[in-house]
């Protein structure tokens, strides 16, 4: 939901209606930063919240945008009053660390000094790869629906996030895409004269936004597009992807990253899109190629990098299509003839997909070596090479599923009778989902960071 057309609240005794049996002027004590019980309406439930910004409607009542502690930010919210709980209010600390809280009736203003009885420790953060996750320990993680009941889950990465308020804010209240009309997540930096629209009108084929249902369907009848620009480099099924470069196609590739950074909180946009290059996944029908989703990687990666974002629209999520993006940079890799990775740290939605195709990929190629080669060994390396998945994505996948284990002085792959059978039978299942068709790709790398030879006489 988009910020409520109200004015900002003003240090002033105006009368207030009594929201909840609560005195009005309680409420101007909760300001940017304090935390509380707020009632999710969606779930039903009260949960800590961030208030995040306020503002009071035309006919007097406040409003507040939280922030659900330990949720993904796609769903913070504007909430009324009365769906504050203030006896748990919680103020922001002054001169503490970002995060830390005080009761309103337990602060001391004469208190200056914290505690010191000791140094504190600093707890070191690790990444996903180093990370052994325990059996005891594994919890599931939730299926997330797709744009109406996301997961609550929180997004594993924080880069990107800005401190501004404005910017934590969703800002656009709905965009009507092709068929589709869905409801954004997060903020994205649209021209402000779009964004107080009740819905944005984006062209399925060309992106361009525009303010109205009458200007969208003159702009139709110009576009001369039926796909995305650039090259068709993959058909199968009515699936096609597209090869888009950042710098030739420089208003599509804008256009695209607008739109993804609706529903992507961990990416920060960027204007200048000439180093990347975008693969348009669409459907295709008698009218043309309807985006699905996308992904997109750097020309020339110095980490290793295939993937840069990735994102699949919540119309077309939970059918198959994250794990068609993700196989289908793996095949790319392959063709390169290196190992790739995706960019650190994945969202939540990113790093479920990714732990799907990983294991996957590895029992398949670890099941077709036993069957190729019964009485050898396969190593973490003979692994990553065959599948062109990175060796620290490979262990760390291991260690996930609780196969990689340390045995007389070395890691050994150990997999149980049980697993095996419930792998094969994953695996037996997936051969009826869409895959990717290696012989339908067509398609070269370009090595864009070395100049062409010049040719001597």
Request: glycine share 4%; charged share 30%; hydrophobic share 30%.
């Given at each position: 939901m988009?910020?409520p057309?109200s ?8 009368e207030?209606?009594k ?5 009005p ?9 304090c ?6 309406a969606?779930?039903?439930?009260w949960r800590q919240?961030?208030?995040i910004?306020r ?9 507040f945008?939280?922030h659900?502690v ?8 504007w ?5 504050l ?6 103020m922001?600390?002054?001169g503490?660390k970002?995060g ?5 009736e ?5 208190e200056?000094?914290?505690?010191k009885t000791g140094r504190?420790?600093?707890?070191p953060?690790l990444?996903?790869?180093e990370i052994k ?12 629906n797709?744009?109406?009941?996301p ?7 924080m880069v990107?996030?800005?401190e501004?308020a404005?910017t934590?804010?969703r800002n656009v209240?709905c965009i ?21 629209l009740?819905?944005?009108y984006?062209?399925?084929?060309c992106l ?5 249902k009458t200007c ?9 597009l039926c796909?995305?620009p650039g090259?068709?480099i993959?058909c ?10 950042g710098?030739k196609n420089?208003?599509?590739a804008q ?5 993804a950074?609706l529903f992507?909180d ?8 000439d ?6 996944l669409?459907?295709?029908d008698?009218?043309?190629h ?14 290793e990098?295939?993937v840069a974002c990735i994102l699949?629209?919540?119309p077309?999520?939970k059918?198959g299509y ?20 995706p960019e650190?740290?994945l ?9 799907s ?7 398949k ?7 190729r ?5 396969i190593?973490?390396q003979d692994?990553s ?5 990175k060796r620290?994505d490979?262990?760390?996948?291991l ?6 284990k340390?045995?007389?002085g070395?890691?050994?792959i ?8 419930v792998?094969?039978?994953?695996i037996e299942?997936?051969k ?6 290696p012989?339908?790709l ?13 040719p001597?006489?």
């Open positions: 988009t910020e057309k004015e900002i609240i003003e240090e002033e005794n105006n207030i209606p929201a909840n049996g609560v005195a002027n309680l409420y101007e004590k909760v300001i940017e930063g935390r509380l019980n707020v009632k999710m969606s779930q039903n439930e919240a961030e208030i910004s503002c009071r409607a035309p006919n007097g009542s406040m409003k945008y939280v659900y330990d949720c993904n930010r796609r769903l913070d919210e909430v009324q009053a009365d769906m709980d203030i006896s748990t209010l919680l922001p600390q002054k503490g970002k830390a809280h005080l009761k309103e337990s602060r001391d203003p004469n200056t000094e914290g505690k504190k420790r600093k707890i953060l990444p996903m790869d996750v325990e059996p005891s320990d594994q919890t599931a993680i939730p299926t997330v797709s744009g109406s009941a997961s609550l889950r929180g997004s594993m990465s990107g996030h800005s501004d404005m934590r804010i209240e009507e895409l092709g068929r589709s009309r869905i409801q954004p997540w997060y903020f994205s930096p649209y021209p402000q004269q779009l964004t107080s009740d819905c944005i984006i062209c399925e084929f361009k936004y525009l303010k109205s969208l369907r003159r702009h139709m009848e110009k576009c001369a796909h995305p090259n068709q993959y199968q099924d009515k699936l096609s992807f597209f090869e888009i470069d710098r420089k208003s599509y256009n695209l990253c607008l739109l950074k992507l961990h990416k920060t946009l960027y204007y200048d899109t180093p990347f290059l975008f693969y348009v669409t459907e295709e008698e009218k043309g309807h985006i699905v989703g996308y992904f997109s990687k750097e020309k020339e990666s110095a980490d990098y295939n699949v629209l919540p077309f999520q059918k994250g794990s068609l993006l993700i196989e289908f940079s793996y095949e790319l890799s392959k063709i390169e003839q290196k190992t790739g990775s650190k740290p969202s939540d939605l990113g790093l479920l997909s990714y732990r195709y990983w294991s996957m990929a590895i029992m190629e670890l099941f077709a070596f036993k069957r080669h019964p009485n050898e060994d190593t973490v692994i090479m065959s599948t062109s998945i620290e490979v262990v760390s996948t260690q996930q599923l609780d196969l990689y340390y045995y007389k070395q890691y050994v150990v997999i149980s009778d049980e697993k095996r059978q792998y094969e039978k994953r299942a997936s009826k989902k869409t895959r990717i068709n012989a339908a067509q398609w070269r790398p370009k090595e864009y960071g070395k100049k062409r030879a010049q001597t006489f």
